[in-house]
C-alpha cells in the first residue's frame, strides 16, 4: 500500500531554518503533483508548497521568498527559512497521482523562542 513517511518537523526559533522531508512508496501510478500543506490551530488547512512532475512551482502568499520545496523522484522536501512564529502548524505531505490523492499523518513544526 501506498506511504508517505515524513520526518524533519520539531521546535525552532523564529529567524531559524528547518527541513521537511517526504518520501512516498507505493505508489506505483503516475505522480502529477506533490507538495506540503499546514494547518494551524484554529484554521483551516492551507496551501504551503506544490511542485509538479514537470518541476513547476506554487507557494502560498504567506511564504513565498521564505520556503523552498524541491523533488528527487519520489521525495519530497521543503526548505523553510526565515521562520516566524505563524508558521507554527502541522505540515502534511501530500502526494497527487493518476489513480488517487495521499497524505501524510502529519508533522508538528513549532516556532518559538
Known amino acids: 500500500q501506498v506511504q508517505l513517511v515524513e520526518s524533519g518537523g520539531g521546535l525552532v526559533q523564529p529567524g531559524g531554518s528547518l527541513r521537511l522531508s517526504c518520501a512516498a512508496s507505493?505508489?506505483?501510478?503516475?505522480?502529477?503533483?506533490m507538495g506540503w500543506y499546514r494547518q494551524a490551530p484554529g484554521k483551516q488547512r492551507e496551501l504551503v508548497a506544490t511542485?509538479?512532475?514537470?518541476?513547476s512551482t506554487k507557494y502560498g502568499d504567506s511564504v513565498k521568498g521564505r520556503f523552498t520545496i524541491s523533488r528527487d523522484n519520489a521525495m519530497v522536501n521543503l526548505q523553510m527559512n526565515s521562520l516566524k512564529l505563524e508558521d507554527t502548524a502541522v505540515y502534511y505531505c501530500?502526494?497527487?497521482?493518476?489513480?488517487?490523492?495521499?497524505w501524510g499523518q502529519g508533522t508538528q513544526v513549532t516556532v518559538s523562542s
Open positions: 507505493g505508489i506505483i501510478f503516475s505522480i502529477y503533483v
Open positions: 501530500a502526494v497527487f497521482t493518476a489513480r488517487g490523492d495521499y
Open positions: 511542485i509538479t512532475s514537470g518541476g
